[in-house]
């Protein structure tokens, strides 16, 4: 077996083109580690520390409203002198990215989040949301956006140099927690919208599979609107109607998928499927249906994301699903692993193979668990999920969300050195149901055997 440093090399050489010729305090943290999430304390506070102090005191300087709001908090960049200062640094509500106008008054929204001076771009009156981020994105950023279940987006101004080290460091989370597994040669499947021809982060953010693996079908080929998502994330007739539109769409990409595993299986290829899980659990049910199965085993694997609502009203434990999986595609569960990340942030916690906790990036991320009057909660203890982001280069990345998760200080099954998140994360009580998982369930699931949409 090909030992751990020669395996990360290799994916850095696949990866190539996203790594800097120079790199500052925030790439660093992500570039230079071979794991992230199992090095000494002291070198990972070291690389956190850097990332995190650089990255706050860039918004400080480059960032009117985030300087003004630190001076309302009364906090400088020379106040943060060691990790445990980190707690000082004023944080943003998720809300805060949800509170745009419509119109030109959106790019000038845009222009008061973001960090440093946006490119210079002509917008007509009647441009939509996607016609402005495509804009934008034509001149060289990488602006992207997520939803809640009214439809209200979140919008967020990446610039390239953020987005390729967003990109790297979910490569580097997957690929180094699913050590032996990867490999360039695998054939892979993407359930989710196709990163070319979509602004949502669902997409946006697997662009990296494409240089990761060799060979790549997706399974949502079409261009994806906010328009269409924000209709279809509410209950209204015109939402009914886009989500009846691709019924017939759905249960042919699930033929399809079907097909794809079984030439892959005569082949003895080795797979990944990647995406949704409601998508690949659509996929199982239909193999269920049919009396069918498959049995990759150890050429088989699974990497989902975005959240594990299943139907309306239905959320699927993870361990059912790599129940599922291991019963009808015979991939072990120990090569089932889940994600958790979110639009508002780079970083991304992975389930290790031996536990299935959510283990935290060490070097440049870092996680608070607070409760309701923003103080830090104890190990084991239920609370808001906050986060300082030592790689968010071109917007203020010191985040409270309204996910309710409770963390360990160390995962309870493998031997990693990094903190913990427990196997499955919730929304507070009060918060909108959101993720990308949601809102393309919401498209694209309508009573696929199971229940309502």
């Not at 019924?247 to 892959?264: A, F, G, P």
């Not at 699931?445 to 199971?450: E, V």
Request: hydrophobic residues 35%.
């Amino acid at each position: 077996m090909k030992k751990y440093e020669d395996y990360i090399a290799e994916m850095n050489n696949r990866l190539k083109n996203y790594i800097p010729n120079k790199l500052n305090h925030g790439e660093e943290s992500v570039f230079k580690p071979h794991d992230l999430f199992d090095m000494p304390d002291k070198e990972a506070n070291e690389y956190k520390f850097k990332a995190i102090k650089y990255a706050f005191k860039l918004h400080y300087e480059k960032n009117s409203f985030y300087r003004k709001y630190c001076k309302e908090k009364n906090v400088t960049p020379d106040d943060i002198k060691s990790t445990d200062d980190f707690i000082k640094i004023p944080l943003l509500p998720d809300k805060f990215f949800k509170a745009y106008p419509s119109g030109n008054e959106f790019a000038m929204w845009l222009a008061t989040i973001y960090t440093g001076d946006l490119p210079n771009i002509t917008i007509k009156k009647n441009y939509g949301y996607d016609e402005i981020i495509n804009k934008f994105n034509e001149a060289g950023l990488v602006i992207s956006y997520s939803s809640g279940t009214s439809g209200r987006h979140t919008f967020i101004p990446r610039d390239l140099r953020t987005f390729n080290a967003s990109e790297y460091a979910i490569a580097k989370s997957v690929i180094g927690m699913a050590y032996p597994i990867w490999e360039y040669e695998m054939n892979g499947y993407l359930f989710m919208p196709n990163p070319m021809k979509t602004n949502v982060f669902a997409g946006k953010v697997c662009k990296v599979f494409f240089d990761a693996i060799k060979s790549v079908e997706v399974a949502l080929d079409r261009e994806i609107s906010a328009e269409v998502i924000q209709e279809a994330m509410k209950n209204s007739l015109k939402g009914r109607i886009i989500r009846y539109a691709v019924q017939r769409e759905t249960k042919k990409l699930v033929n399809r998928v079907i097909e794809w595993l079984r030439k892959k299986e005569k082949e003895r290829k080795k797979i990944a499927l990647v995406g949704l899980p409601f998508l690949i659990n659509f996929v199982i049910e239909e193999l269920e249906e049919r009396g069918e199965g498959f049995d990759f085993g150890e050429n088989g694997a699974v990497l989902t994301g975005g959240g594990w609502k299943i139907y309306e009203g239905k959320r699927m434990p993870v361990k059912e699903f790599r129940g599922k999986a291991e019963k009808f595609l015979g991939i072990p569960p120990e090569n089932c692993l889940d994600l958790y990340g979110m639009v508002e942030g780079n970083g991304w916690m992975v389930h290790c193979r031996e536990g299935h906790y959510l283990h935290i990036p060490k070097s440049y991320y870092h996680v608070m668990v607070l409760d309701e009057n923003g103080e830090e909660v104890g190990h084991g203890e239920k609370g808001r999920f906050a986060f300082l982001d030592g790689l968010a280069f071109s917007y203020p990345g010191f985040i409270i969300s309204g996910d309710e998760v409770k963390m360990l200080e160390e995962c309870p099954v493998c031997e990693r050195n990094s903190q913990v998140l427990e196997p499955e994360v919730n929304r507070a009580k009060g918060e909108e149901m959101r993720g990308c998982a949601e809102e393309m369930r919401r498209v694209f699931a309508m009573d696929m055997g199971g229940g309502n949409v």
